[in-house]
Nanobody, 127 residues
Framework: QVRLVESGGGLVQAGGSLRLSCAASGRTFDIYAVGWFRQAPGKEREFATA???????????YYADSVKGRFTISRDNANMTVYLQMDNLKPEDTAIYYC?????????????????WGQGTQVTVSS
């Protein structure tokens, strides 16, 4: 089993920044992909960004068009933490942000490909 804990959410004004963290524990050596998804009130959960890597260390990142150029995903392998740097935040970024992990994902944007989920952290962007 893998446990994921998100942190770093909060209230920020439009144009501001936040950095979310997703700390993994447990059988983390089986994890080769982490994604961030978000869910706004009354809307379905949607893909934001993901990172997947190989045993050799090479990695690939993926971004939804709505966050491209503003969000950056990265990982600290030593601490088994994945970060989501969010810059130039907009009110439409307001949502609960969830991190998810899997041993492998066929489609990084597809939530059903992920095996483990955190509890989420609230991000609120005021106008």
């Amino acid at each position: 089993q893998v446990r994921l804990v998100e942190s770093g959410g909060g209230l920020v004004q439009a144009g501001g920044s936040l950095r979310l963290s997703c700390a993994a524990s447990g059988r983390t050596f089986d994890i080769y992909a982490v994604g961030w998804f978000r869910q706004a009130p009354g809307k379905e959960r949607e893909f934001a960004t993901a990172i997947r890597w190989s045993w050799s260390g090479s990695s690939s990142t993926y971004y939804a068009d709505s966050v491209k150029g503003r969000f950056t995903i990265s990982r600290d392998n030593a601490n088994m933490t994945v970060y989501l740097q969010m810059d130039n935040l907009k009110p439409e970024d307001t949502a609960i942000y969830y991190c998810a992990a899997a041993q492998r994902v066929r489609v990084p944007t597809e939530p059903r490909d992920y095996d483990y989920w955190g509890q989420g952290t609230q991000v609120t962007v005021s106008s």
